[in-house]
Protein backbone atom coordinates (compact mmCIF):
# COMPACT_ATOMS: atom_id res chain seq x y z
CA UNK A 1 0.00 0.00 0.00
CA UNK A 2 1.18 3.64 -0.62
CA UNK A 3 0.25 6.79 1.25
CA UNK A 4 0.22 9.70 -1.30
CA UNK A 5 0.04 13.83 -0.07
CA UNK A 6 -0.21 16.68 -2.52
CA UNK A 7 1.15 20.28 -2.24
CA UNK A 8 1.15 23.44 -3.86
CA UNK A 9 -2.22 24.66 -4.60
CA UNK A 10 -3.24 27.58 -3.95
CA UNK A 11 -5.34 30.81 -5.70
CA UNK A 12 -3.70 32.17 -9.14
CA UNK A 13 -4.78 34.31 -11.70
CA UNK A 14 -5.29 33.35 -15.08
CA UNK A 15 -2.31 32.87 -17.56
CA UNK A 16 -0.23 32.09 -14.02
CA UNK A 17 1.54 28.33 -13.65
CA UNK A 18 1.42 26.12 -11.03
CA UNK A 19 3.61 22.79 -10.06
CA UNK A 20 1.78 20.49 -8.09
CA UNK A 21 4.29 17.70 -6.32
CA UNK A 22 2.72 14.54 -4.41
CA UNK A 23 5.27 12.38 -2.19
CA UNK A 24 4.77 8.67 -1.79
CA UNK A 25 5.17 6.72 1.17
CA UNK A 26 4.59 3.20 2.38
CA UNK A 27 6.28 0.98 -0.69
CA UNK A 28 8.13 0.90 -3.59
CA UNK A 29 6.75 4.16 -5.61
CA UNK A 30 8.33 3.02 -8.89
CA UNK A 31 6.10 0.07 -8.90
CA UNK A 32 2.95 2.31 -9.19
CA UNK A 33 1.62 3.99 -12.07
CA UNK A 34 0.56 7.32 -11.56
CA UNK A 35 -2.12 10.13 -12.23
CA UNK A 36 -3.44 13.73 -11.44
CA UNK A 37 -7.57 13.87 -11.38
CA UNK A 38 -9.53 16.80 -10.37
CA UNK A 39 -12.71 17.99 -9.00
CA UNK A 40 -14.30 20.84 -9.84
CA UNK A 41 -17.15 22.44 -7.39
CA UNK A 42 -20.56 20.19 -8.72
CA UNK A 43 -18.74 17.94 -10.73
CA UNK A 44 -17.50 14.78 -11.23
CA UNK A 45 -13.86 13.87 -10.75
CA UNK A 46 -11.85 13.89 -14.55
CA UNK A 47 -8.61 12.73 -15.26
CA UNK A 48 -5.66 15.27 -15.94
CA UNK A 49 -3.05 13.46 -16.32
CA UNK A 50 -0.59 9.79 -16.08
CA UNK A 51 2.95 8.89 -16.19
CA UNK A 52 4.59 5.51 -16.25
CA UNK A 53 6.65 3.26 -13.72
CA UNK A 54 9.97 4.64 -15.68
CA UNK A 55 8.71 7.83 -16.59
CA UNK A 56 8.97 7.29 -20.13
CA UNK A 57 5.37 7.70 -21.10
CA UNK A 58 2.58 9.83 -20.18
CA UNK A 59 -1.05 10.33 -21.64
CA UNK A 60 -3.16 14.10 -20.79
CA UNK A 61 -6.70 14.89 -21.10
CA UNK A 62 -7.27 17.04 -24.20
CA UNK A 63 -8.67 19.86 -22.16
CA UNK A 64 -4.84 19.88 -20.86
CA UNK A 65 -2.41 18.87 -23.30
CA UNK A 66 0.02 21.34 -24.25
CA UNK A 67 -0.15 23.45 -20.79
CA UNK A 68 0.18 20.47 -18.06
CA UNK A 69 3.39 18.36 -17.48
CA UNK A 70 3.16 15.24 -15.68
CA UNK A 71 6.73 14.31 -14.14
CA UNK A 72 8.45 11.82 -11.56
CA UNK A 73 11.51 11.56 -9.36
CA UNK A 74 11.76 7.74 -8.50
CA UNK A 75 14.91 9.01 -6.24
CA UNK A 76 12.27 11.30 -4.11
CA UNK A 77 9.48 9.13 -4.53
CA UNK A 78 7.47 12.14 -5.88
CA UNK A 79 5.47 12.92 -9.13
CA UNK A 80 5.06 16.54 -10.00
CA UNK A 81 2.15 18.25 -11.98
CA UNK A 82 3.31 21.68 -13.64
CA UNK A 83 0.45 23.58 -14.93
CA UNK A 84 1.16 26.54 -17.79
CA UNK A 85 -1.61 29.29 -18.44
CA UNK A 86 -3.65 28.24 -15.78
CA UNK A 87 -7.87 29.32 -17.36
CA UNK A 88 -10.57 29.89 -14.26
CA UNK A 89 -11.79 26.24 -15.68
CA UNK A 90 -9.00 24.71 -14.49
CA UNK A 91 -10.17 25.61 -11.00
CA UNK A 92 -10.51 22.63 -8.79
CA UNK A 93 -9.03 20.10 -6.26
CA UNK A 94 -6.57 18.24 -7.95
CA UNK A 95 -5.96 14.64 -6.44
CA UNK A 96 -3.01 12.34 -6.60
CA UNK A 97 -3.53 9.13 -7.34
CA UNK A 98 -1.70 5.61 -8.19
CA UNK A 99 -2.12 1.85 -9.14
CA UNK A 100 0.22 -1.03 -9.59
CA UNK A 101 1.53 -2.16 -13.06
CA UNK A 102 1.29 0.11 -16.01
CA UNK A 103 -0.70 -2.23 -18.02
CA UNK A 104 -4.10 -1.37 -18.61
CA UNK A 105 -6.99 1.01 -19.03
CA UNK A 106 -5.93 4.26 -17.32
CA UNK A 107 -7.49 7.50 -18.36
CA UNK A 108 -10.29 6.81 -15.84
CA UNK A 109 -10.57 7.60 -12.01
CA UNK A 110 -11.48 3.78 -11.30
CA UNK A 111 -8.67 2.80 -12.91
CA UNK A 112 -6.64 3.90 -9.77
CA UNK A 113 -6.67 2.21 -5.92
CA UNK A 114 -4.65 4.99 -3.95
CA UNK A 115 -5.42 8.60 -3.39
CA UNK A 116 -3.95 11.81 -1.69
CA UNK A 117 -6.22 14.20 -0.01
CA UNK A 118 -6.12 16.43 -2.67
CA UNK A 119 -4.64 20.28 -2.81
CA UNK A 120 -7.37 23.61 -3.98
CA UNK A 121 -6.03 24.81 -6.73
CA UNK A 122 -8.24 27.87 -8.05
CA UNK A 123 -7.65 30.19 -10.90
CA UNK A 124 -9.45 33.94 -10.74
CA UNK A 125 -10.32 35.42 -14.16
Known amino acids: QVQLVESGGGLVQAGDSLRLSCAASGHTFSSYRMAWVRQAPGKEREFVATITRDGDNTDYADSVKGRFTISRDNAKNTVYLQMNSLQPDDTAVYYC??????????????????WGQGTQVTVSS
Open 97 to 114: AARPGDNGWYSGTGAYNY
